[in-house]
């Protein structure tokens, strides 16, 4: 054998060895990153189809509780209009304390499902919301001493209790903004 044929051998083989080997590295590497990568792909797969069946339930839960809750403020606000507050009538009839008792209930169902349920609400909404429920929770501690009055001997005519106007006057922006979260969630634009 000629120089050239030995040296062409010794380092055309060795190079030949070298290119079959990096071939099968490279194709054993890129199967293996081919493999991971797909697993990765459905662990994505995965957790995004967790992600959207978690956040479809917590958007059920919220527009349930948004639909009882605005259920409850219309059902308070048209017991309220119909009978008015009983503290602006005698409080001696059987018929003014049972109105009063009714609409204590109303608003205390109306302020339990708020309470339980704050975290579904915006903070402008909670805002809104506590404003209300603080006036009438006033009303509420002036009515029990006006009774407490009455029983004593003592006056109801010093007393201001707001009227059914300036209780309309918090309920309408809370139900303006418990519409407009509710058309949220069903993806309507509020500015329509």
């Not at 199967?31 to 967790?50: C, H, Q, S």
């Not at 109303?106 to 429920?133: G, S, W």
């Not at 006033?138 to 029983?151: D, F, P, S, Y």
């Amino acid at each position: 054998m000629e120089i050239w044929q030995t040296l062409l051998l010794a380092f055309g083989g060795n190079a030949v060895l070298l290119a079959i080997l990096g071939w099968l590295a490279k194709s054993f590497v890129s199967g293996l990153i081919a493999k991971d990568l797909k697993g990765f792909e459905n662990d994505l797969k995965l957790k995004a189809i967790e992600h959207q069946t978690k956040f479809t339930g917590l958007h059920e839960k919220r527009a349930d509780v948004l639909a009882s809750f605005y259920r409850a403020v219309i059902t308070f606000e048209m017991y309220f209009k119909e009978h008015g507050h009983p503290i602006n009538q005698k409080l001696t009839s059987n018929e003014n304390y049972q109105h009063s008792k009714e609409i204590a209930s109303r608003f205390n169902h109306m302020e339990k499902i708020f309470i339980e349920n704050r975290v579904f609400f915006t903070l402008e909404t909670c805002k809104i919301v506590d404003n209300l429920l603080e006036t009438l929770e006033e009303i509420r501690k002036l009515n029990k001493t006006i009774q407490v009055g009455l029983t004593t001997g003592g006056t109801t005519q010093a007393i201001r209790i707001p009227s059914y106007q300036g209780i309309k006057d918090k309920i309408a922006p809370i139900k303006l903004e418990v519409e407009n979260n509710f058309r949220n969630i069903l993806g309507i634009d509020i500015e329509s």
